[in-house]
Nanobody
Framework: QVQLVESGGGLVQPGGSLRLSCAAS????????MGWYRQAPGNERELVAR???????NYADSVKGRFTISRDNAKNTVYLQMNSLKPEDTAVYYC??????????????WGQGTQVTVSS
C-alpha cells in the first residue's frame, strides 16, 4: 500500500502562484513515475505534469511555461510549482504515483485531491 498526502491548494487571484506537494509513504520502493492530474466540474480528468524515475518530464500544452514539476527522492515527495495562474486552472488536483511490481505490471495510487481556485 502507498499512501499519498497532498497539500498546498487554495484560493489565489489570477497571475498568482501556488505550490502543491505530495508525500508518499508505505510501500514506496519501485516507484517509477509521479505526477499530477486535474479535474474540473463537467470535464475529464487530464494529465497536468509527470516526472519519471529517469527524470523525464512532460506537461499538458496548457501549462507549459507556467508549471514546473520536481521531485525529492529522499523524501518521496513530488511538487508542482504553478505560476501565472489563470481561472481555467481551477480544478481539483490529484497526485498520482505509479509503482512497478513485475514486468508489465504496475500499481497506481491516487491522492485525496486538493482544490485550486483561481478567481478575482
Amino acid at each position: 500500500q502507498v499512501q499519498l498526502v497532498e497539500s498546498g491548494g487554495g484560493l489565489v487571484q489570477p497571475g498568482g502562484s501556488l505550490r502543491l506537494s505530495c508525500a508518499a509513504s508505505g510501500s514506496v520502493s519501485s516507484i517509477n513515475a509521479m505526477g499530477w492530474y486535474r479535474q474540473a466540474p463537467g470535464n475529464e480528468r487530464e494529465l497536468v505534469a509527470r516526472i519519471t524515475s529517469s527524470g523525464d518530464t512532460n506537461y499538458a500544452d496548457s501549462v507549459k511555461g507556467r508549471f514546473t514539476i520536481s521531485r525529492d527522492n529522499a523524501k518521496n515527495t513530488v511538487y508542482l510549482q504553478m505560476n501565472s495562474l489563470k481561472p481555467e486552472d481551477t480544478a481539483v488536483y490529484y497526485c498520482h504515483v505509479r509503482r512497478s511490481v513485475v514486468a508489465n505490471v504496475n500499481f497506481a495510487y491516487w491522492g485525496q485531491g486538493t482544490q485550486v481556485t483561481v478567481s478575482s
